[in-house]
């Protein structure tokens, strides 16, 4: 079946600049992740959405950031007035229900995002 | 708060060598562990996972041991091939704590 889908793959942007990144998390799958992957770091969490729940967006960097999800589908990341420490791969994923137990979540391929 | 610590990379080793990539975890509940693996263009995969300690997660020839005592889950594998070239995560996950704790990443080439 259908895995997780983000688009676009690459983005390149002027500094200032805002942008919108997507993504398509697996039918069925209530909770969605938004991590983002610097350059020789590791994956931080940003924002995470549970069904119907207040997401929580305690790693979201600054409020130049922003996520919105419908129901229990597609989500949009934002990001005003980029800056150059935005470039990175920003990396979603979906699970079943999560909370107490882990349930496996599936990454989708990435959107490289380059600021110049 | 959690945290992992992964070695750093990156790991080049010559086919059919043996492959440790070590990793230990700061966690303050009791939480289950994973290696996540990056292959070249692709997304993120579950490699394997381990719940509680001494439990040892196997998948594709590599294996991890949940290691309690010294708070590590180090991943081996005896005998890597060029496929097995990839950047590869350890990750805790702990109950109550929605989002996976990433190391940084180890890239391992693998060369004929």
């Known amino acids: 079946g259908a895995g997780v889908s983000q688009s676009p793959s690459n983005k390149v942007t002027e500094k200032g600049k805002d942008v919108e990144l997507r993504c398509d998390p697996i039918s069925g799958h209530t909770a969605l992740y938004w991590y983002r992957q610097r350059l020789g770091q590791g994956l931080e969490f940003l924002i995470y959405?549970?069904?119907?729940?207040?997401?929580?967006k305690s790693g979201l960097p600054s409020d130049r950031f922003s996520a919105e999800r419908t129901g229990e589908s597609v989500s949009t990341l934002t990001i005003q007035r980029t800056q150059q420490e935005d470039s990175a791969v920003y990396l979603c994923?979906?699970?079943?229900?999560?909370?107490?137990?882990?349930?496996?979540?599936?990454f989708g391929p990435g959107t490289r995002l380059t600021v110049l | 708060g959690d945290s992992v610590t992964q070695m750093e990379g990156p790991v080049t080793l010559s086919e059919e060598a043996f492959l440790t990539i070590n990793c230990t975890y700061t966690?303050?509940?009791?939480?289950?562990l994973f290696w996540y693996v990056q292959y070249p263009g692709e997304g993120l995969q579950l490699l394997l996972k381990a719940t509680k300690a001494d439990d040892k997660g196997s998948n594709k020839g590599f294996e991890a041991t949940y290691r309690k005592e010294t708070t590590s889950f180090h991943l081996e594998k005896g005998s890597v091939q060029v496929s097995d070239s990839a950047v590869y995560f350890c990750a805790l996950f702990s109950p109550g704590n929605t989002p996976l704790v990433f190391g940084k990443g180890t890239r391992l080439s693998v060369i004929a």
């Open positions: 994923a979906s699970s079943r229900v999560s909370g107490q137990i882990y349930n496996e979540q599936f």
């Open positions: 966690a303050t509940g009791y939480p289950s």
């Open positions: 959405f549970q069904g119907n729940s207040a997401p929580d």
